[in-house]
């Protein structure tokens, strides 16, 4: 499965195989016996939450990952600022100035 297919399933409405998988398992289901048939909800249950925390985990850590990844690129963008900043601020001074400011005297 690439990407777009993962989007795809995410977004809107999932492939075919998917849907032909899901209708059979729930005619699996309908067929078994009521005992059976709460073991089987419980543990369907169980790995639907386990699921939502997973993929809530990933959210979390993508989300987190995308923080870093904009303060970093913000105090980049602020670190060639201040640079190009601090060059034009930047007086060059010759050798006369040099001299002048040794000495003392001032012009």
């Given amino acids: 499965m690439n990407n777009q297919e993962f989007f795809k ?10 849907e032909l998988e899901i209708e059979m398992k729930c005619r699996e ?15 369907l249950v169980k790995e639907n939450k ?3 925390l997973l993929i809530m985990a990933a959210m979390q ?5 995308e923080i870093k990844l904009l303060r970093t ?9 201040n640079l190009k900043q601090n060059k034009k601020k930047v007086k060059k001074t010759t050798i006369f100035t040099k001299i002048k400011a040794m000495l003392g005297i001032v012009s």
Avoid at 29 to 36: D, G, H, Y
Avoid at 73 to 81: Q, R, T, V, W
């Fill in 61 to 65: 850590r993508i989300t987190d990952t």
């Fill in 73 to 81: 690129e913000m105090a980049l963008h602020h670190y060639k600022n």
């Fill in 9 to 18: 399933i995410l977004v809107g409405k999932p492939p075919l195989e998917v």
């Fill in 50 to 52: 386990m699921q939502d």
């Fill in 29 to 43: 289901v309908e067929e078994l016996p009521e005992s059976i048939m709460k073991a089987y909800s419980f543990a």
